[in-house]
T-cell receptor, first 112, second 119 residues
Framework: DAKTTQPPSMDCAEGRAANLPCNHS???????VYWYRQIHSQGPQYIIH???NNETNEMASLIITEDRKSSTLILPHATLRDTAVYYC?????????????FGSGTRLLVRP | GAVVSQHPSRVICKSGTSVKIECRSL??????MFWYRQFPKQSLMLMAT?????????EQGVEKDKFLINHASLTLSTLTVTSAHPEDSSFYIC???????????????FGPGTRLTVL
């Protein structure tokens, strides 16, 4: 599975967009990019995933570069409740034997 | 989205006792369940993978005799920490994966976690 690289920490002002980058330069053609987040003392929460097209849902947008070697998770209007650790993971979606392995993620602090 | 519950949410026990943590998939059948452990300010570490009706597969360095996992049904898995010691104090998180037949394309859903404190 492709490894990912994320900055250890970021911060942004409340109400502004939070853009969280992720590098996955060794991603293979059938691997998806997944984003999860973990708010303090809670289980991880699924945010969004994508293969090659940009994706948007009620929580966030995912922008994947054309060569798929990097992606950006965008929280369009960050709130204090978005303060969490964000994990970018690449995985095979249809592989029933897949194990989700977490890296160190990006600790996002949303400032009032 | 699919819901995974854990019970208890917090447990405090004395050193040497055993503690059981339950993980349930509430609205889907989980062909595979996972147990993670997380120490303060660290990432989640996968402990083991279990498939319904078969023995769990443990990650390297995880003692299978200490962390007993049972996955007796498609909606329930249990983790028993035997002869717990203070160093076992941690945040334990389970995760359940729906099979392809559930229409969730192998998505993995997480429980809220159980905070174990061993005195």
């Amino acid at each position: 599975d492709a490894k990912t690289t994320q900055p250890p920490s970021m911060d942004c002002a409340e109400g502004r967009a939070a853009n969280l980058p992720c590098n996955h330069s060794t991603i293979s053609g059938n691997e998806y990019v997944y984003w999860y987040r973990q708010i303090h003392s809670q289980g991880p929460q699924y945010i969004i995933h994508g293969l090659k097209n940009n994706e948007t849902n009620e929580m966030a947008s995912l922008i994947i570069t054309e060569d798929r070697k990097s992606s950006t998770l965008i929280l369009p209007h960050a709130t204090l409740r978005d303060t969490a650790v964000y994990y970018c993971i690449v995985r095979l979606r249809m592989d029933s034997s897949y194990k989700l392995i977490f890296g160190s993620g990006t600790r996002l602090l949303v400032r009032p | 989205g699919a819901v995974v519950s854990q019970h208890p949410s917090r447990v405090i026990c004395k050193s040497g006792t055993s503690v059981k943590i339950e993980c349930r998939s509430l609205d889907f059948q989980a062909t595979t369940m996972f147990w993670y452990r997380q120490f303060p300010k660290q990432s989640l570490m996968l402990m083991a993978t279990s498939n319904e009706g078969s023995k769990a597969t443990y990650e390297q360095g995880v003692e299978k005799d200490k962390f007993l996992i049972n996955h007796a049904s498609l909606t329930l898995s249990t983790l028993t920490v035997t002869s717990a010691h203070p160093e076992d104090s941690s945040f334990y998180i389970c995760s359940a994966r729906a099979g392809l037949a559930e229409g969730n394309y192998n998505e993995q859903f997480f429980g809220p976690g159980t905070r174990l404190t061993v005195l």
